[in-house]
């Protein structure tokens, strides 16, 4: 009985390491196919349609909507400027080929990226996470979101929670005042808003003193925090606005070769250095 | 086997079952999984109809409810469209949405939208276009409707006369036709326009010859002859006429945006600005439709700080009060004006932004709240 009772336990330990061992194997098999498919489409491919169409043009065609400065701009002669119009070019000469710009009205840029019209959409585009499916977003190149400034000589106010009792300077209607309001409204901090007509000049009026802080674009921040004797910021945003570029589904490879020259930009400093001319 | 055999076999089976340590849990069980097969009720009501009151009956606002999943949030903006004064919505039924296989339609979110509007006193105008999947080649957008699908799109703006008949009584036949974008990035067609807005015009009269059915708002737009981006918005109606538009509509939806231009700016051929619907208007006249109804279905200005086309917050509010007077006082013509756009159901987090009146959190910026004093009469 013992014997026969141990015989049972043995077997069906042993049938428990087999079946075990199946779904193991089943595992890896699954895994392995996935990082093949990922290496071969992703990692290691060495073109896509869009990359092959540059390469036979010899040019990049980048989409934007060239009236927000100091991002994309055209001039009467038709000439485009700007921070975006900089990192294509730099892209551009990355791959050796030349750039091409087309000035497409914001709500159009989707449609022209699947219509062809252009194989990338570089125009202060931020994410949009319901739009995955249709498009790939490379990595973030530039956060437009709100950051928080004080005078250069302030060191008591150092997160929104220092904002109690304080006179924080926003541009009126502008979302710099919204989140003013929802900091006030929703996060319980009494900060008093002081509306003023534009970004430029609440914090002019914080390097001058008249408010404790103010809440503005990073764009606007950073250009006024270039100017000496004046303001800092504190480096956590309040909002993201992370600003990428689309591509078309189908282009993994194009996809990488962004990424890739991305993150080298970003290690290297050049990037910022871009970023510097413009704002 | 004898009954008595089969029964006592039976009773045997029911003893073991009721013994095994299952049972008791399955029993136990059975309650919560009585709940939890239960559908939730609607915890949002409709509510009793409300009135809107307001100084200015032309004045109404584009909403986006569209995408707007939670029906909270459509309850909330329409009763903050009604408290501002505005009686007016525009909202955008896709076609693809709603009619994902052909012959089968799925009323549930637009009833949802609709059926508050009323609640809230507001009159609907339905802009349809949206070309779903089955309804068009592989690799085109969904703004691409090729002519051989007209029949399609007209069958569909019926079936949603049909089935909104006496709760939706305008409907606009497709979005500013005139440029590529929005005709599928095709040139635009303006004859193809004109055959597509004949078909729908007939079939929607057959199912309900009460309803309004509007031309496309055309997009103000000075693209040079020939553009593959666009046409000019004048000369697109003027085509529509020559290929005997008329009579296949029963008013117009203009655009009318002002971009940084006051609302008084006088119009001309070489300027987009708000007043460019008067030369929208002039083109009808000229072509003996003088007498039919204008709706501006999508109008404004932009307040956000950096794009070039935008102007600032307190001009914003000047300019938007200005226009709704305007509309109200000197445009007769012009039954109502719809201002882009009353809220996203989330941040575009763009310059789009600047054109919305309340946030996707419901906070109310400072344009709402001035227009509502306008609109109500708070004013001093």
Redesign the interface.
């Known amino acids: 009985m013992g014997a026969a009772s141990g015989q049972e336990t043995h077997a069906r330990s042993a049938r428990s390491v087999r079946e075990r061992l199946f779904w193991l194997l089943l595992g890896l098999i699954c895994w392995t196919l996935a990082w093949r498919s990922i290496r071969t489409t992703w990692l290691y491919a060495r073109t896509d349609p869009t990359w092959e169409h540059i390469q036979r043009q010899g040019v990049v065609r980048v989409c934007m909507d060239a ?3 100091p991002f994309e ?1 055209q001039d009467s002669s038709g000439r485009f400027a700007g921070y975006d119009v900089a990192l294509a070019e730099e892209l551009a000469a990355c791959w050796e080929v030349g750039a091409e710009f087309v000035n ?5 840029l989707y ?2 990226l ?2 062809d ?1 252009c194989d990338i959409v570089l125009s ?3 994410y949009d996470e ?1 739009l995955t499916e249709d498009v790939l977003f490379s990595p973030s190149y530039f956060n437009a979101g709100l950051l928080l400034a004080v005078r250069e000589d302030e060191t008591r106010i150092r997160s929104v929670n220092g904002l109690d009792g304080k006179r924080v300077a926003v ?5 710099a ?2 989140e003013a ?2 900091l006030q ?1 929703q996060a319980r901090i009494a900060l008093q808003i002081v509306p003023l ?3 430029a000049e609440a914090l002019q009026a914080v390097a001058a003193g008249e408010v404790d802080a103010a809440i503005a ?1 990073s ?2 921040v950073y250009e006024s925090a270039a100017d000496p004797g004046g303001i800092r910021y504190l480096e956590r945003f309040l909002t993201d ?1 992370q600003y990428v570029i689309a591509m078309r589904p189908d282009s993994g490879y194009m996809w990488k070769r962004i990424a890739d020259e991305l993150a080298r930009m970003h290690k290297d400093g050049s990037l910022e250095r871009l970023q510097s001319q413009w704002f | 086997m004898p009954l008595s055999d089969a029964l006592r076999q039976l009773r045997r089976a029911l003893g073991a079952a009721a013994r095994h340590p299952l049972t008791l849990r399955l029993l136990l069980a059975l309650p919560l999984l009585w709940f939890a097969g239960r559908v939730p009720q609607p915890v949002v009501r409709i509510g009793p109809p409300q009135t809107v009151q307001t100084t200015n009956p032309k004045m109404g606002v584009h909403t986006r409810l569209t995408d707007e999943v939670e029906e909270w949030k459509i309850k909330r903006t329409l009763e903050m469209v009604r408290e501002m004064g505005a009686s007016w919505i525009v909202e955008y039924f896709p076609w693809g949405y709603y009619e994902p296989q052909p012959g089968q339609y799925d009323w549930r979110h637009p009833d949802l939208v609709v059926d508050h509007a009323l609640a809230q006193g507001l009159t609907v105008l339905a802009r349809i276009d949206f070309v779903p999947q089955w309804a068009r080649p592989e690799d085109t ?1 969904y ?1 691409y409707l090729p002519e051989e699908q007209f029949d399609s799109y007209a069958d569909f703006v019926a079936a949603f006369v049909e089935h909104f008949s006496g709760r939706v009584g305008h409907i606009i036949v497709w979005n500013e036709p005139n ?1 590529s ?1 929005e005709w ?2 095709r040139l635009p067609d303006p004859e193809g326009y004109a055959r597509l807005l004949r078909t729908t015009y007939q079939r929607v009269k057959a199912v309900d010859p009460e309803v309004m059915v509007l031309a496309a708002g055309l997009a103000p737009t000075l693209a040079p002859a020939g553009s593959e ?1 666009g046409m000019d918005d004048l000369e697109f109606l003027q085509r529509m006429y020559d290929a005997g538009a008329r009579g296949s509509f029963d008013g117009l939806a203009i655009h009318a945006y002002g971009w940084v231009f006051p609302p008084d700016d006088p119009p001309g051929e070489e300027v987009l600005n708000f007043a460019r619907a008067e030369l929208v208007h002039q083109v009808m006249a000229a072509n003996g439709d003088a007498a039919l109804p204008c709706f501006i279905t999508e109008a404004g200005w932009n ?7 935008a102007v ?3 001009l ?1 509010v000047e300019y938007t009060r200005r226009a709704y007077d305007k509309a109200l006082q000197e445009w007769p013509w012009c039954q109502a004006l719809a201002m882009w756009a009353f809220r996203y159901p ?1 941040p ?6 600047g054109f919305t009146f309340v ?1 996707p ?1 419901f ?1 109310a ?3 709402y709240s001035e227009m509502q004093r306008y609109g109500r009469g708070w004013e001093d």
């Open positions: 009236a927000y400065p701009v497409v009205h914001f709500d159009g449609d022209a699947l219509a019209k202060a585009l931020p319901t541009e009126s209607g502008a979302s005042h919204l309001r929802r409204e007509p534009t970004a674009d764009v606007s606005e | 957008t703004r440029l974008f599928g990035y981006w307040d956000h700080s950096r794009w070039t086309k600032s917050p307190g914003r989330w575009a987090r763009t310059f789009q932004d946030t959190s906070i910026k400072p344009i």
